[in-house]
Nanobody
């Protein structure tokens, strides 16, 4: 069992930056694929990024603006978000699984989500 807790959300102006953190409790953090998803009001949850070891996937909408990293010693995964746009506004979720995919159903554990709001 893995418990995930996100932090670092908030409100920022367009063009600004935020760094989300997701702290995991439980064993064998390094063996998990860690993913980030987001859900805007009235929209389906969408893939943002996923990291397995040194292999990272990004959604095309965030590639070159967002960077996913992890610190296995701290059991924490990060999402550095730069050049934020109003359309990045959403609740962001951290997830853990065993397959590096873009599909939310492939992830076994989820955080509670954290709000990111980008104003124009």
């Amino acid at each position: 069992q893995v418990q995930l807790v996100e932090s670092g959300g908030g409100q920022v102006q367009a063009g600004g930056s935020l760094r989300l953190s997701c702290a995991a409790s439980g064993r064998a953090f390094s063996s998990y694929v860690m993913g980030w998803f987001r859900q805007a009001p009235g929209k389906e949850r969408e893939f943002v990024a996923a990291m397995s070891g040194s292999y990272t996937l990004y959604a095309s909408s965030v590639k070159d603006r967002f960077t996913c990293s992890r610190d296995n010693a701290k059991s924490t995964v990060y999402l550095q978000m730069n050049s934020l746009k109003p359309e990045d506004t959403a609740v962001y979720y951290c997830a853990a699984g065993f397959i590096p995919t873009r599909t939310s159903k492939d992830y076994n554990y989820w955080g509670q989500g954290i709000q990111v709001t980008v104003s124009s």
